[in-house]
Structures are given as C-alpha cells and as structure tokens.
C-alpha cells in the first residue's frame, strides 16, 4: 500500500518544488492541504481537501483513500514536521502510512533573508499562547523567531513585549516568505508595535549590543 506523501511547499508553489515532488503533487488522485495550498495547484487531483477545522473528518477521509488504492498527496508549508500537520497526521495515522518531504522552513527563510546565523537562536511559537509567557521567553534569549498567528500578529507581539519591559531587541518581520509578494521590514519593538504586516509571517528578534 502506498504512503501518503506529505509534500512541503513554499508561496510559489509549483515553481518550488523539483520534478519527483512536482510529480507526487500532480499525479495524486487525492490532493490536500489548505485553502491557499490548493489555490497553487488549479485542477489537480480527482478529489481535493481542505484542511480546515474540523479536521478529523479530513484525516479520516485521507486514511480511508489510502487504503482505497488511491495516490494521496497533502501539501503543506515549508517543514510538515516543524510547527505544521505533520505531527497530527502521525498522531492519527501512524508513521508506516506517512512519507514526509520537508520543504525549508518559514524560520530558515527567515533568517537567510536577513544573514543572520541562527544555529544559537531560540524559536517560539505565538499559536494559542499565552502572551506573558512568551514576553517571559523572549527575554530569556538573545535571538528569537516567534511563529504568528492572526491574533497573535507582529504588532500585538511588539505591544506585548513593550507592556512587559522588553527592549533592546532589532526587529523583523518576514512576510510572504517565497513568494512573489515576500517583503523584510527592519525596525524597533517600538515602530513594530504601530504598524500593520501581511497575516503571513515569522517575526525576528535579535537583541542589540549596549553601548555605553
């Protein structure tokens, strides 16, 4: 019985992946993945899934094509396995039914695009958490990436941060990351704080040096 192929793409889609993965996507008799995954691949797949809440009616539907003999294909942001479906598919399928091909993540593009080494930083998610405790966190480290999410966006992020007497970090807010449309803002908590990003992005911290 074949897997199902947990593919990794970035905003580009097509044009991200090499041509076995592109083959995976294309051939699936079941693609998928969410909305805006989809949208990347117009007529693809015989049958298409959104992944969207409630989502154990969507794995149930995947597991079931598997073992129906269909090709079943889930696209997914950069690393499946990395703060994505990735651990939820394992959860409720098992590993023996999953084939994963990690795509780089939002976190490395992140920090490629502003060259900064990021072996000694710390990564956090905002999903869900409790903003005290992710203040608390950042001020553990000297280099932070923060995952987003709608709520919990760069400017409530940089409020939270202030409120909390954190400063002293240079910002950046990766958008779009590996699309047509990705843009690097740079600035201070402070400036972060006033301004609106698009809904699709990874915050950098990284604390300045004091200067006397």
């Known amino acids: 019985m074949n897997p ?10 097509p044009e991200s992946l090499p041509p076995r993965l592109l083959r995976l996507v294309r051939e699936a008799d079941v693609l998928a993945g969410g909305e805006r995954h989809l949208a990347l691949f117009p007529g693809v797949g015989e049958e298409r899934l959104a992944l969207k809440a409630p989502l154990g009616p969507v794995v149930d539907r995947l597991r079931a094509a598997r073992e129906e003999g269909r090709r ?23 590993k023996a039914a999953l ?8 976190v490395a ?5 502003i060259a900064e080494p990021w072996d000694d930083a710390a990564v956090l998610s905002a999903h869900g958490r409790d903003p ?9 480290h000297l280099k932070v990436a923060i995952l987003t999410d ?52 990874v915050v950098v911290l990284v604390r300045e040096e004091e200067t006397e």
């Open 109 to 113: 593009l992140a920090f490629a695009r």
């Open 99 to 106: 084939a994963f091909h990690p795509h780089v993540t939002s």
């Open 72 to 94: 079943v294909t889930v696209l997914a942001s950069g690393d499946p396995l990395f703060y994505g479906i990735g651990r939820l598919l394992v959860q409720r399928l098992g």
């Open 150 to 201: 709608p709520e919990r966006n760069p400017r409530a992020i940089a409020r939270t941060l202030l409120a909390s007497g954190v400063h002293g970090y240079r910002c950046y807010v990766c958008a779009n990351l590996g699309g047509r449309s990705e843009s690097v803002w740079e600035g201070s908590l402070e400036a972060m704080a006033a301004r609106e990003f698009p809904p699709l992005n």
């Open 132 to 140: 005290t405790d992710l203040a608390l966190e950042v001020r553990r």
């Open 4 to 13: 199902i192929h947990v593919v990794g793409v970035l905003d580009d889609g």
